[in-house]
């Protein structure tokens, strides 16, 4: 019978951000995001445009003829 290894972790990005702002506000975030997670969050923001621009070539589409005297 063939022992197998643990699988090792995946590589991750990790990012700190601290916001202070004067003695009344202190904020702190830790992320930590492996490279699957980073395609889906490219996927996300990517669908996320698309759609805008969509929505906008919808919305004025017909708005020359619309404003004419």
């Known amino acids: ?3 197998h ?5 995946p590589v ?11 003695r009344a506000l202190d ?16 996927g996300l923001v990517s669908s996320i445009l698309l759609s805008t621009a969509v929505l906008v070539g919808v919305a004025t589409r017909h708005l020359s003829h619309r404003n004419r005297p």
């Open 1 to 3: 019978m063939a022992l």
């Open 5 to 9: 290894s643990p699988r090792p972790h």
């Open 27 to 42: 904020m702190r975030a830790h992320l930590r995001v492996t490279s699957g997670g980073l395609l889906a969050i490219g």
């Open 12 to 22: 991750s990005q990790k990012a700190m951000l601290r916001v202070s702002a004067g």
